[in-house]
């Protein structure tokens, strides 16, 4: 071990003595870290023997490995020392990520309800509930289309609270399952292109190009995706009409308009990605684009923005001569959705239970919404809030001044993780932060303002 602190000194020294600042020990740790010079599982001498060995104060390496510990970094465990943590492996580029939980103190991705608001104790209930009912002959291999309970269920639902016509639905594991069945039925049909919302989601270019199609980008601006700057090339394209991602406009009801004429002219497809229309503060949300014409748009929809990501369950309603295919095609990837979790969400839908959770956890991110806008509005003014109005995000429009993927670089180097704007554009876009809120308590949302204003401010 102490041929391993040696060495641990002839790394460190240099930096240190050419830095002269007590933060230098922190970012020569911390660079050694992600280069893999430091391995995982490493032990580190205690603060005291470190800071002899480098010439500079106690207290300079404690606050050192504090932030790298807070990072997630280092592990310290009493008794045992401080190590580097286990799960970092291999130099920078071929790391594997470290849990969330673990690396960031913040973490303000976009896309993550609070998962704490899950509502544990009725969802055990209807299972209990679930399993007690079910004939016994559902439980063998399932309707690929999915359980008709919860498809009668959903259908009412959705037509109640999103004016859409669901009969020709199918279950599927989420909503990147949906369009990745999607993608698979539209290249059978002669689809090589969709068009794409930029900025946009970048996990969905990714899956569409996994899928056999090309995504090709379609500016958005404050009125939502711009149906004349629709290519030639495209006669399909992905949309969030309700609250665009991440910008968080709704599309105006003349370029809904607009986008539906092209779609006939051009006998062509509109897929709407209503992925978190249930969390609007100002007014009701618009119905959905698939009310207005079932036989050009196909809807998808999850519970992943309102209950939980891990239940895998989201919906695809498309026109009838999509429905076919994608019951073939479901049924030849994987046999179709566990009956269990479509019964029990069939039952909470029923029960009104989907209803109450919505309305408690709406009032919960409209206060922690307020807690960030607040925050912001004191400390960082001169940035400015974008897409308040619905959502679990907001994106924080930055001087034109500064470049957003450096500002995220800097506060990820202090454990703040917040996704640059630039990051989902292809096109090009003004400077921004696409701040997640929904899983942060105001409390901890005022924090990270306050610390997001030190740093980048």
Known sequence: MPDNWTTLRELLLPAVSAGGRGRTVESALRTAIRDGQLTPGLRLPSSRDLAAQLGVARGTVTAAYGQLTAEGYLTARRGSGTSVAATLAGPAGTAGPLP?????????????????????????SMTRAALAELPDETLGYPDPAGLPELRTELTAYLGR??????????????????????????????????????PGHPGQLDLLREHGLTPVPVPVDHDGLVPSALPASVRAVLVTAAHQFPLGTVLH????????????SRDGLIIEDDYDAEHR??????????????????????????????LRLGWLVQPPFLFDSTVRRKRLTDL?????????????????????HLRRTRASYRRRRDALLSAAAELLPSWQPIGVAAGLHVVLRLPDSLDDSVVSQRLAEHGIHVPALSEYSRLGTYPGLVIGYAATTPDRLRDAVREIAAIAG
């Not at 960031?104 to 609070?114: K, S």
């Not at 009801?253 to 006939?264: C, I, K, T, V």
């Not at 179709?336 to 109450?356: E, H, K, N, V, W």
């Open 281 to 310: 503060y100002d007014r009701p949300a618009l119905r959905a684009m698939q009310g207005m014409d079932p036989r050009r748009v196909v809807y998808l929809g999850s519970v992943s923005k309102t209950l939980a990501p891990a």
């Open 161 to 198: 609270v999103r004016a859409v016509t669901a009969e020709n639905m199918v279950i599927t594991h989420g909503t990147a399952e949906g369009l990745a069945l999607l993608a698979a039925v539209l290249r059978a049909h002669g689809h090589t292109t969709l068009g794409v919302e930029d």
């Open 336 to 356: 179709g959705c566990s009956p269990l979790p479509q019964a029990a969400f069939a039952r909470l839908l029923r029960g009104g239970g989907y209803d109450r």
């Open 100 to 124: 969330a939980a673990t690396r960031w103190r913040y973490d303000l991705r976009p896309g993550l309800p609070a998962l704490s608001e899950f509502p544990r104790a009725e969802w055990l």
């Open 253 to 264: 009801p003349s370029r809904r308009h607009a986008l539906l004429a092209w779609a006939r």
